[in-house]
């Protein structure tokens, strides 16, 4: 339709009277949503994707980090195993030569 009134795009008529009329009155639009907060002050750790070798053969990963103890390698991952009604998410440390880059 003319005019913008088409459906599915932003605001419709009724919102932008809403608006407008909330604008003229000096008073902040109660139909368009709040922008949103702001996000985590710091940014999360990296992700590095990786080869876990373990019991279920290779599988995929997420290392989240390393630890060395006394000259020996252990990475912390997340990877899905199987359970009783499918798979779940493990989180584990194991040691540094199960692990390959992906």
Do not use: F
Not at 20 to 41: E, N, Q
Request: glycine share 14%; net charge neutral.
């Amino acid at each position: 339709m003319a005019g913008g009134m088409g459906r599915g795009r932003g605001e419709t008529l009724a919102q932008r009277v809403a608006n407008t009329r909330a604008r003229s009155a000096g008073a902040p639009s109660a139909v368009t949503p709040d922008p949103a907060p702001p996000g985590p002050a710091s940014p999360p750790p990296p992700l590095k994707h990786a080869w876990y070798d373990g019991p279920h053969g290779r599988q995929p990963a997420l290392l989240l980090e390393w630890r060395n103890i006394e000259g020996h390698y252990d990475g912390r991952i997340c990877v899905a195993a199987p359970d009783g009604d499918g798979w779940a998410l493990v989180e584990m440390w194991v040691d540094g030569a199960m692990l390959a880059p992906a």
